[in-house]
């Protein structure tokens, strides 16, 4: 069985029930009970992490959308930190010619990924247009989320 170089596995069921007209933010919209049961897979080499879509990605999503903006911008060197109290995670991330080196600064012993540079923004556009769309079929949007526009025009990072 050959490693997996890095892949997302967005569960194909995810969904978060109807729309709260209290919600003002992605974050608010994918913390619920409903959501907060659900999961999709973060896969590298030999490691397999599963990430809570409402406890533990959906306070980074902003952060996810900075470093496709940093990645798209050819930036050398730079840092990502994923804010939540569940999934607090510091990754430096090196640019190369077709590489990126993403190094977890927060944990010992989980190894760096070097993967192909393209690899690594269509997998985590896969999970980010997954969030889009059902956040759309809830009857959220721009009107509604201060910060649907992150969930936007995601074709910009092709």
Request: hydrophobic residues 40%; negative net charge; glycine residues 4%.
């Amino acid at each position: 069985m050959s490693k997996v170089e890095f892949e997302i596995i967005i569960n194909p069921n995810f969904k978060i029930g109807i729309r709260n007209p209290e919600d003002t933010t992605i974050s608010e919209a994918l913390d619920n009970r409903l959501v907060n049961n659900q999961h999709f897979t973060m896969k590298w080499h030999d490691t397999s992490l599963r990430i809570n879509y409402g406890t533990q990605i959906a306070d980074g999503i902003s952060d996810v959308v900075k470093m496709l903006e940093a990645i798209k911008k050819r930036e050398e060197r730079f840092v990502v930190t994923f804010p939540s109290q569940a999934f607090f995670e510091t990754w430096i991330c090196k640019i190369g010619k077709s590489n990126i080196n993403v190094k977890w600064d927060s944990r010992d012993d989980y190894q760096s990924m070097t993967m192909k540079t393209d690899l690594f923004i269509k997998e985590w556009l896969k999970l980010l247009q997954q969030l889009r769309q059902v956040l759309i079929e809830a009857g959220y949007n721009g009107t509604n989320l201060v910060d649907f526009d992150l969930l936007e025009n995601l074709e910009r990072f092709y």
